[in-house]
C-alpha cells in the first residue's frame, strides 16, 4: 500500500526511526506499516556527533538505498533543509526518490540545520521555504512521494507564528505537516485541532526534548495521522552498547552479558541467514 493510501485511512501511523538496513529489517519484523529514516539518528551512529547538519546528502542517499534494499514498507527520510535552496532541494528530491524513499520531510531552518529540540535555530523566510516545496513538488518523479513539510518556527519565532507558516506550506503544495516541537500538551492540541483535519500531521516524540511524550491514540484522538519515534532506537542501542563494552572491559568475557545478547544462532535468524543460504544453494542448483 502507498503512503498516501496509508494515510487516507483513520488510524495514525507510527513510524519508528531506523539508520540502516539491520534496524529497518527489525522494525519491519516488528510490524511497523512505515519508517522513518532520521537524520539524527544517521548522526548519531555513523558519524557519533549531534544533529547539526554534518551528515551529507550523499550519506543519507546511501543509507536509503540500502534499507530500501532490504525491507518492503515505505520510508519516510529526512532531508533536513534540502541541503541548501531551492535548486539543491530538488537534486536532494531526485536522489532520494531514486534511492527509494516514499516521502521527503523538509524543514525551513537555515542550513546548516540542527536538531528540532536544540536552542538557537535560525529560520529562511515563509516565501523561500513556499519556494523549496513548490521546486521539490516539481522535481518529484511520481505524486506518490509525498513532501512533509516541517515548520521549526515555534522556538523562533512563537506558535502563531509556525502556524500561519503553515498554512503558507499547505498552499505551497505539502503533502503533510510537521510543526516541529510544541511546547506543551496545550500546543499539540491546537496544533492538531488546526491542521489535523485538513492534512496529514505529523507528531515527532523526542525522549527529552520540548515536546511532552504522549503515546500514539492519544496523538490520533489529537487529530494526528502520523507520529515519529526517530531517536530512541539510538537512545537505547546506545545505552545497551555502553554497559556491553563496560562489562567485557570489566570481565574480559561476554558471559556475564549473554542474557542481554542473541547468540550466533539468534541473530543470523534475525537478518535471515537460513533464507538467504538457501536461497543461494538454490541459484547455484545445489538444492538436490
Ligand atoms: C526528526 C529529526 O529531525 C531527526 O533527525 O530524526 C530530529 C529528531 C532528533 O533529533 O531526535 C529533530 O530535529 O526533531
Not at 30 to 55: H, K, M, N, Q, W
Not at 77 to 103: H, K, P, S
Not at 137 to 159: K, Q
Not at 261 to 268: A, Y
Amino acid at each position: 500500500m502507498s503512503l498516501r493510501e496509508r494515510l487516507s485511512r483513520p488510524e495514525i501511523l507510527v513510524a519508528p526511526g531506523v539508520y540502516d538496513g539491520l534496524t529497518a529489517a527489525l522494525a519491519q519484523q516488528a510490524g511497523f506499516e512505515a519508517l522513518y529514516l532520521s537524520g539524527a539518528a544517521v548522526a548519531y551512529t555513523r558519524l557519533g556527533r549531534p544533529d547539526i547538519g554534518l551528515s551529507t546528502a550523499s550519506e543519507m542517499a546511501d543509507t536509503m538505498a540500502l534499507i530500501a534494499d532490504r525491507i518492503d514498507v515505505p520510508v519516510i527520510i529526512d532531508a533536513d533543509t534540502g541541503f541548501g535552496n531551492a535548486l539543491n532541494a530538488q537534486r536532494t528530491m531526485r536522489t532520494y526518490e531514486r534511492a527509494g524513499a516514499a516521502a521527503l520531510q523538509v524543514e525551513d531552518q537555515t542550513y546548516p540545520k540542527r536538531c528540532g529540540h536544540l536552542k538557537d535555530k535560525s529560520l529562511i523566510p515563509a516565501a523561500e521555504m513556499a519556494g523549496k516545496i513548490a521546486a521539490m513538488a516539481d522535481a518529484r518523479s511520481s505524486e506518490e512521494t509525498l513532501i512533509i513539510a516541517r515548520t521549526d518556527a515555534i522556538a523562533v519565532e512563537g506558535l502563531d507564528a509556525a502556524m500561519a507558516r503553515a498554512e503558507t506550506y499547505i498552499e505551497a503544495g505539502a503533502d503533510a505537516l510537521f510543526i516541529e516541537a510544541p511546547r506543551s500538551g496545550d500546543e499539540l492540541k491546537l496544533v492538531g485541532e488546526t491542521f489535523g483535519k485538513r492534512i496529514p500531521l505529523l507528531a515527532n516524540m523526542v525522549e527529552g526534548g520540548f515536546t511532552p511524550i504522549s503515546n500514539a491514540s492519544d496523538l490520533e484522538a489529537m487529530g494526528f495521522s502520523i507520529v515519529i519515534f526517530p531517536g530512541g532506537i539510538v537512545r537505547a542501542l546506545a545505552r545497551t552498547a555502553q554497559d556491553y563494552y563496560a562489562s567485557l572491559q570489566a570481565n574480559g568475557s561476554n558471559r556475564p552479558f549473554a542474557e542481554r545478547m542473541f547468540d550466533f544462532d539468534g541473530l543470523n535468524e534475525v537478518i535471515g541467514t537460513p533464507q538467504m543460504l538457501a536461497a543461494g544453494q538454490k541459484w547455484e542448483g545445489r538444492d538436490g
